[in-house]
């Protein structure tokens, strides 16, 4: 019996039934270290940006951070944050994905029955579509606008921003572990993974209005 | 003509068919009520304001439509509330104009658009214009939150009769407007809706009955309501990004403005 079908017999779940991720989840610290030594990994100070893309960053004016502008900061940032509350949502034909933080996280649509559109518009959160692998949910996001950053000290991306999020419940559902993998050969020399853990909480999503900095 | 005894038994036979049928169907009608309890009505999808070509051909008549909710409301304001509609910037002082909250009064009713999205437990509705309208949760599972801290969309609770969703809305901040014309409100506004799917015509609406209540701000209630039909179709991505120092300049001349302006408003 495999790790999959073994996960799927003991939830009691019909074979070929995906897990309920709904829910609202928050990322555990980095200083956490969960059963079997699960940890967060993967931190974006350390991208392996090519020699353009270190030169670019130079000439960057951090004032203009989307973060001190209450602008959305796309998947990529937005899913390193350590205080970034996430908000499941699975429905027909779509996950959708929201942040207590909503000017900066906004929200994610996860489109899982169809593929990416052939003609995209350039976007904030790009086109995001899904399916499942047994207990993993693999997302695939492209069609991203050149608005965000990769991180705090104004790292670019192109629009050849390519992400692939590999998600699934571990630990008897209590947490979600969180792949995420950005290609941008532009930009970045190698595709670069981080791994959260994001903790299932049994609280509300609150109101959070975003105060711009002076 | 006398009854025999085979006769007899038959018809308690019968008698006996006739009340356990009946306890059957009792159980089945029980049961039918606790199915519509268990399991709410799921309306989940993409929603556009209906305008008048979405409902020709149809019953449904909103009230107080498009501006004319401005004038409903101006007739319901409290005199100072009137009179500090008319002292504001309806430009520099529109949070929503820079891509700043500015509550689930304006936007809903005069050009809305969302995603209404079932979970156990609630009901979610994600707005088109999400950086100025943001998010509306609605709790089935439970009551309003004691002290609770004011907030842009407030604090709502909602529970099924039968197919009409109702929803209690309480916890508003005082920081936004009862519409586009800046008609102000206070912490003490109240949204009350009746909400319900409907088929009419070859489309499918949800029809809003809304009731605004503030008794420190309106002379007294006001009621409108909306329709919203259902579109075969994504919710399109719709970030807002004005530049926001254009703000600070604005907001600068609107104090002066405000401050000149006080002084004439009797």
């Known amino acids: 019996m495999t790790c999959a079908s073994a996960a799927v017999a003991q939830s009691g779940r019909a074979a070929g039934t995906p897990p309920d991720i709904g829910g ?26 090519t020699p353009a893309a270190v030169q670019q960053m130079k000439n960057v004016d951090l004032k203009e951070d989307p973060f001190k502008k209450c602008q959305p900061l796309g998947p990529f940032r937005m899913m390193a944050r350590p205080d970034t509350k996430i908000e499941l949502l699975p429905e027909p034909g779509m996950i959708v994905m929201l942040f207590e933080d909503l000017e900066h996280g906004v929200m994610r649509t996860i489109y899982t029955k169809r593929g990416h559109k052939e003609k995209l518009d350039t976007t904030w959160m790009g086109d995001s579509v899904g399916h499942w692998e047994g207990d993993t949910l693999i997302v695939d996001t492209i069609g991203f606008n050149t608005d965000t950053w990769l991180n705090d000290t104004g790292a670019q991306h ?17 947490y979600l572990e969180y792949k995420m993998t950005a290609e941008d050969p532009k930009v970045l020399a190698k595709p670069y993974t981080y791994t959260r853990y994001y903790e299932k909480l049994k609280t509300e999503i609150m109101e959070d209005v975003c105060a711009d900095e002076e | 003509m006398r009854t025999t005894r085979a006769g007899m038994t038959t018809i308690k036979i019968a008698v006996i068919a006739i009340l356990a049928g009946w306890v059957l169907a009792g159980i089945g009608i029980a049961d039918s009520k606790d199915n519509q309890q268990t399991a709410p009505p799921d309306w989940t999808g993409f929603y556009t304001l209906a305008r008048a070509r979405d409902l020709a051909g149809t019953n449904l008549k909103p009230v107080a439509p498009d501006y004319d909710l401005d004038k409903l409301i101006v007739a319901h304001l409290q005199p100072w509330a009137r009179a500090k509609m008319q002292v504001t910037d309806g430009t520099a002082d ?58 842009w969309n407030g604090d709502s609770v909602g529970h099924w009769e039968g197919d009409t969703l109702v929803v209690d809305t309480i916890g508003f901040n005082s920081k936004s407007w009862l519409m586009s014309g800046m008609e102000p409100h206070t912490e003490e506004t109240r949204l009350s809706e009746r909400i319900r799917r409907l088929t009419a015509g070859n489309s499918t609406f949800l029809e809003v009955v809304a009731v605004v209540e503030d008794r420190l701000a309106l002379t007294s209630a006001y009621t409108f309501t909306r329709y919203y039909k259902k579109v075969d179709a994504e919710m399109p991505e719709n970030i807002c990004n004005e530049d926001l120092s254009l703000w600070k300049g604005w907001r600068n001349g609107a104090l002066k403005r405000q401050f000149d302006r006080a002084k004439e408003v009797k």
């Not at chain 2, 994600?126 to 998010?135: D, L, R, S, W």
């Open chain 1, 24 to 49: 609202v989840y928050q990322p555990i610290s980095n200083a956490t270290a969960l059963s079997g030594g699960l940890k967060n990994a993967g931190f974006l100070s350390d991208l392996p940006l």
């Open chain 1, 158 to 174: 192109s629009e050849a921003l390519h992400l692939t999020e590999r998600i699934r419940p571990v630990l008897s559902g209590k």
């Open chain 2, 94 to 151: 529109d949070t929503g104009a820079v891509c700043k909250a500015d509550g689930i009064f304006r936007f809903p009713p005069f050009a809305g658009r969302f995603l209404w999205l079932s979970a156990p437990g609630k009901i979610v509705m994600v707005f088109g214009e999400i950086n100025t309208a943001g998010v509306k949760r609605i709790y089935l599972n439970r009551d309003h939150r004691k002290n609770l801290l004011p907030t």
